[in-house]
């Protein structure tokens, strides 16, 4: 394993202070493994990584305390590897080695004594895999991908994406007083943070639930389109494919869990915040999202009542009233930096043995598979292990539709279902029949 460093003595300017969002989620590593059918180029990949990382010296700095960055150029990690495999046998079984393993250590990372990235190169066979690691605090979903087109895009020496670092002109100064974000919390229905609930999401944790993950649940567009056209005759335009999946995903939970008719659920969606108020414009490379809770609903209630739910629901924040979304987030940074014990959404009801909070999180927005370092797209992207209770994920270019992986509880039950084949089948037909 060796350090890259950009091609760069210093930078400026010389730190780069963490936000209350970066630090949310400071001890968490993103990750990445796109599988190609053929061999990259490594001293190319490692010369396009020297270039690319003096547009992004945060991820090349080093944490100076939990507060900051130091922009000192500190490199890092490049390291290669091979496995006696082809890509046809690694696609099969892709969990069958370990390749979520980082080298990145959370504690020395965040005492400043390990790098913020690492990029490694799996020669197969006949291909290969690119495995990236980074520290969550450099970049969210958005900015990482980002951060591995403009990759492709030097080692086929062409410009790349913009890149904004500046920072001033965040908003965190309109972060409400702790009596003041108490009280709008209550006002807004959010959830009290219990004794108990912390003991449950504890004893998941130590029992590893979050680390149980199913096998991909393939949903063909084929599907979608023919649902959507239901949905159309019933007078219903203009749904989101989001608000689309998420409904068939609540009532997949919902038959999952054989819920009572009576159960009410709610849904969580992870929505990116570049482009969406004026601190983060499109071209931000920092950390920049949040989440948007439905009210409560029952899942018995047809597919299409659902969809409308979730769609005028997140329609409110991002199309209706952007200040409803500051404020929303302004909120989110309040309890974190005052330490409320309230959430937007049932914590309590996410970590149950049967949750019926569902967070999910929707790869669909970015281009994953629009990746070529000159010989072809991937045949593959395996998706990243974030404990995201709903992960959709875009399948792979000769299976046209979504991937959709239950993780926790969820992936736990799923696990346990025998003959998921002909369940899935009664599934997706019975939803059909009642949109």
Request: with cysteine.
């Amino acid at each position: 394993m060796e350090i890259i460093n950009a091609n760069i003595q210093t930078t400026i300017p010389s730190e780069w202070k963490l936000s209350q969002l970066d630090l949310n989620c400071l001890r968490m590593i993103i990750k990445g493994i796109w599988v190609f059918d053929y061999p990259l180029n490594e001293e190319k990949v490692k010369s396009s990584l020297v270039k690319l990382l003096e547009f992004y010296p945060h991820v090349a700095g080093r944490m100076n305390g939990p507060n900051e960055i130091v922009l000192n150029n500190g490199g890092i990690y490049f390291s290669n590897e091979e496995y006696h495999i082809s890509v046809l046998s690694l696609i099969k079984q892709p969990r069958s080695f370990d390749l979520y393993k980082t080298p990145i250590k959370i504690k020395k990372l965040v005492n400043g004594k390990e790098p913020l990235m690492s990029v490694k190169i799996v020669r197969l066979k006949d291909g290969c895999l690119l495995i990236i690691h980074c520290a969550h605090v450099c970049l969210d979903g958005n900015g990482f991908f980002r951060f591995v087109k403009n990759l492709e895009q030097l080692y086929q020496n062409k410009p790349i994406q913009p890149i904004d670092l500046d920072r001033s002109n965040l908003f965190f100064d309109k972060i409400p007083s702790k009596n003041k974000a108490y009280k709008l919390m209550l006002e807004k229905g959010w959830k009290p943070v219990s004794i108990n609930t912390l003991v449950q999401y504890t004893w998941q944790k130590f029992r590893r639930i979050e680390k149980i993950v199913s096998p991909p649940i393939h949903i063909s567009e084929d599907y979608l389109s023919a649902i959507q056209k239901q949905i159309e005759k019933k007078g219903i335009s203009h749904l989101s494919k989001h608000a689309l999946l998420s409904s068939i995903l609540i009532k997949l939970s919902y038959k999952l869990n054989n819920f009572k008719t009576t159960t009410n659920c709610s849904l969580v969606s992870v929505i990116d915040l570049k482009g969406r108020l004026s601190s983060f414009p499109t071209s931000y490379a920092g950390n920049a999202t949040s989440n948007i809770t439905t009210r409560d609903f029952n899942p018995e209630n047809p597919l299409s009542d659902l969809a409308v739910i979730i769609d005028n629901t997140i329609a409110k924040y991002l199309l209706q009233n952007t200040d409803l979304l500051e404020e929303h987030v302004l909120l989110n940074i309040a309890a974190s930096k005052y330490k409320i014990p309230f959430t937007p959404f049932d914590l309590q009801a996410m970590n149950a043995q049967k949750p019926t909070c569902l967070y999910v999180n929707n790869f669909l927005k970015f281009k994953l598979y629009d990746i070529d370092f000159g010989m072809g797209t991937p045949v593959l992207i395996l998706p990243n292990d974030l404990p995201d209770a709903l992960k959709i994920w875009p399948s792979q270019p000769d299976k046209p539709g979504i991937n959709v992986y239950l993780r926790g509880q969820l992936g736990k039950t799923y696990n346990k279902v025998k003959n998921k084949q002909i369940w899935l089948e009664n599934f997706f037909n019975h939803t059909a029949m009642n949109v």
